[in-house]
């Protein structure tokens, strides 16, 4: 069963930057549309941004807008999230999420069916 590996997290200052990674376990799967989530104590889960198979549609949720990017590299099975300007609202485990089913860049969870095991980002102020 291919995995989805979490990397980058931490405890960084308000206005600081932040690069999570995500990469496949497995060199021969190929992840489709790819997403981040979060979610913070005591709240839902929610959607952050994501990125289709090629790249050319990316969604990001209104509260990050301007501030992260989503970016992949297929021959590396990876995804990446830059959190430029973090906030302490930011502070939440983050997960990343592949679909197995060809879909554009969602924001519903649903969507997605790989998960990874989750990457605690602390945002102080």
């Known amino acids: 069963q291919v995995q989805l590996l979490e990397s980058g997290g931490g405890v960084v200052q308000a206005g600081d930057s932040l690069r999570l990674s995500c990469a496949a376990s497995?060199?021969?799967?190929?992840?489709?549309?790819m997403a981040w989530f979060r979610q913070a104590p005591g709240k839902e889960i929610e959607s952050v941004a994501a990125i289709s198979f090629t790249g050319a549609n990316k969604y990001f949720a209104d509260s990050v807008k301007g501030r992260f990017t989503i970016s992949r590299e297929n021959d590396k099975k990876t995804m990446v999230l830059l959190m430029n300007s973090a906030k302490p609202e930011d502070t939440a485990i983050y997960y990343c999420?592949?679909?197995?089913?060809?879909?554009?860049?969602?924001?519903?969870?649903?969507?997605?069916?790989?998960w990874g095991q989750g990457i605690q980002v602390t945002v102080s102020s």
């Open positions: 999420a592949t679909a197995q089913t060809p879909i554009n860049a969602s924001g519903s969870s649903g969507s997605y069916d790989i």
């Open positions: 497995e060199r021969s799967f190929t992840p489709l549309a």
